[in-house]
């Protein structure tokens, strides 16, 4: 996780700070989204995505959508999510 | 930590602005044009254009992603679009 202190080559190091800005300039482009979550054993869910932690540990939704009523807020662990998907105007 | 997780942002930006097919795990299939993949997460963000000109984004996470196969490079325009995807807009001009 933090290749980056590790001795990375620079040009390495550059990459990986453009990847990851995309990345999170993505995560801003879904916060307040609708997003639809599938998580593992075929289970889908949706919520409206609010954010993402900086590790990866877990995802902060909020009107997450369950067999049992809608939860104002949540937190997905991201081990159980496979992927998850928003519209973009 | 799997294979695809193990890579190097050397690895995975040759992935960007090419049209792939991620395999998951529990034989799900992803299709769309490589955004970005997270170098924390090894997660692949991937574009697909729909019809009403809208712009769907799926987001697979590093753990479940078991293969990427590229189907299609991206030529400039299509580049050029992605690009402008998550972008951050112009900040206003402000008078003197």
């Known amino acids: 996780r933090f290749q980056a202190l590790l001795g990375e080559p620079a040009a390495a190091q550059g990459l990986r700070a453009a990847l990851r800005e995309r990345y999170l300039r993505g995560l801003g482009a ?7 979550f599938c998580l593992r054993a075929g289970v889908c869910v949706e919520a409206v995505f609010g954010a993402a932690d900086v590790g990866a540990v877990a995802f902060q939704v909020d009107a997450l959508r369950t067999p049992l009523g809608v939860q104002a ?5 991201c081990t159980d999510v ?6 973009l105007d | 930590m799997n294979d695809w997780q193990r890579k190097s942002p050397l690895d995975w930006e040759k992935y960007v602005n090419k049209m792939v097919k991620v395999a ?7 299709e769309g044009w490589v955004l970005t993949v997270d170098p924390v997460s090894a997660s692949v963000v991937l ?3 729909l019809e009403n000109e809208k712009v769907s984004i799926s987001v697979v996470l590093g ?16 580049k050029q ?3 402008c995807i ?5 900040g206003k001009a402000y008078s003197p």
């Open chain 2, 24 to 30: 998951a795990i529990e034989k799900h299939e992803y």
């Open chain 1, 73 to 77: 807020a949540a937190l997905l662990r």
């Open chain 2, 86 to 90: 998550f972008a951050p807009e112009e």
């Open chain 2, 63 to 78: 753990h479940a992603v078991q293969e990427v196969e590229i189907l299609k490079e991206g030529d400039d325009e299509m």
């Open chain 1, 82 to 87: 496979l992927a998850y998907s928003f519209l």
């Open chain 1, 30 to 36: 879904a916060r307040g989204r609708p997003a639809r």
């Open chain 2, 81 to 83: 679009r992605l690009s």
């Open chain 2, 47 to 49: 574009a697909t254009f």
